[in-house]
Every structure is written in C-alpha cells, then in structure tokens.
C-alpha cells in the first residue's frame, strides 16, 4: 500500500538557519504530494503541493519538488523564521487506489526555532 | 480559505460511556468528510471516508460498529464513540473536502480522554 516516511523529528534551528525535512514515498499509481503544517492548538493546514513529476510547489518562503526519479518531495527553506515553529507533515494522495482523494500522512516533524 | 470547525475541543468521559463529536464546514458544502485519529507523537490514521447522505466508508481495523458516523447534511458530520474505553483516548481529527478534490481542510481538533 501506499507509505510515506519523514525524516524523524525534532528538529532545532536559530532564526535565519536554513531548512531541509526529507520525506520519501511509496504509491502505487501517479500521487499528488502535500506539505502540511499544523500550528500549535491549530488545525492542519495545506502549506505547499504538487501534483505532477518535476512540479515545484511554494509557498511562505518554502518549496519542494517532485522528484519521481527518487520518489521524494523534501521541504526546505531559506531562513526560517521563530513564528515556522509547528509540526510539518507530508503527505500523499493517491488516485490510482480506490479511496479517490484520500491523503496517507507521514509521522510528523516537530520544527522548532529559536531567535 | 474554508473553515472546518470542532465541537468540543476536548472531552472527558467515563469508561462505557459514548461521546458525539461535531465536525462542521463553516463556509463551504462538504460533500467529503474524514475522520482521523492520531495518537501522540504520531500520524494522523485514517479511520473513514463519508459521503453525504451515505453510509461511511471504514477503514481496514476500524470498528464501524464502534465509531458511528453520520452525514446527514453538506455542512455536518458526526463521530460518535460508543461504551468508550481507555484506549480510545486520542485525538480526533475531521477534514473536509468541496469540489476542488485534491484539497482537504481540517478541523482543529478534538481531545478525547476517556478514565
């Protein structure tokens, strides 16, 4: 079935540091790859995605490509800021399976960063 | 963006006792809901897919005759956990989705503890 792994968490950065979570992939059709980022005392959010090989999704000063080739779609930025301090979950839907549009998670990545 | 709310936030019950737990699209028709489950320091599992005005769909290892859910309107679906139990105390997690497929909005969350 379908799978994803994160790298495992925490992870501690200061302000302005540079940011990589490696998350990796496994799906039996062509899948739609998500970055989701949860707040403290907050629901999930839709941070980034992408749904084809080589797309790259952005957003708020994070990107992450779809690498097919190595079946990763890893999240980084630039300088981090104290206020992306959250848990970061990748996270993948699979059309070809047959819960059309439902989302496998991976483990979850505790981000925290200090000024 | 859409807004998914939860009621309650968190709820404490006896051992034996069922518990209903709301998930509401404030702002949008939801003609998908999920319902998930994470435990601490885990991933979000999912437990069913609902359809409005069909009966759910179970995940593999999730009780349907435990975990009631409801969709009776585009706006509304309820989890009700019945003669709930220690281990049953997680969090419970809805998402739902309109007419854009591949995006999901999540509710905030609902803290169950069961003694």
């Known amino acids: 079935g379908d799978s994803v792994t994160q790298m495992e968490g925490p992870v501690t950065l200061s302000e302005e540091a540079f940011l990589t979570i490696n998350c990796t992939y496994t799906?039996?059709?062509?899948?739609?790859l998500f970055w989701y980022v949860q707040y403290p005392g907050e629901g999930l959010q839709l941070l980034l995605k992408a749904t084809k090989a080589d797309d790259k999704g952005s957003n708020k000063g994070f990107e992450a490509t779809y690498r097919k080739e190595t079946t990763s779609f890893h999240l980084e930025k630039g300088s981090v800021q104290v206020s992306d301090s959250a848990v970061y979950f990748c996270a993948l839907s699979d059309p070809g399976g047959t819960s059309y549009g439902k989302l496998t998670f991976g483990q979850g990545t505790i981000l925290t960063v200090h000024p | 963006g859409a807004v998914v709310s939860q009621h309650p936030s968190w709820v404490i019950c006896k051992s034996g006792t069922s518990v209903k737990i709301e998930c509401r699209s404030l702002d949008f028709q939801a003609t998908t809901m999920f319902w998930y489950r994470q435990f601490p320091k885990q991933s979000l599992m999912l437990m069913a897919t609902?359809?409005?005005?069909?009966?759910?769909?179970?995940e593999q290892g999730v009780e349907k005759d435990k975990f009631l859910i409801n969709h009776a309107s585009l706006t509304l679906s309820t989890l009700t956990v019945t003669s709930a139990h220690p281990e049953d105390s997680s969090f419970y997690i809805c998402?739902?989705?309109?007419?854009?497929?591949?995006?999901?909005?999540f509710g905030p969350g609902t803290r169950l503890t069961v003694t």
């Open positions: 799906a039996t059709g062509y899948p739609s």
């Open positions: 998402s739902a989705r309109g007419d854009r497929i591949y995006e999901q909005y």
């Open positions: 609902s359809n409005e005005g069909s009966k759910a769909t179970y």
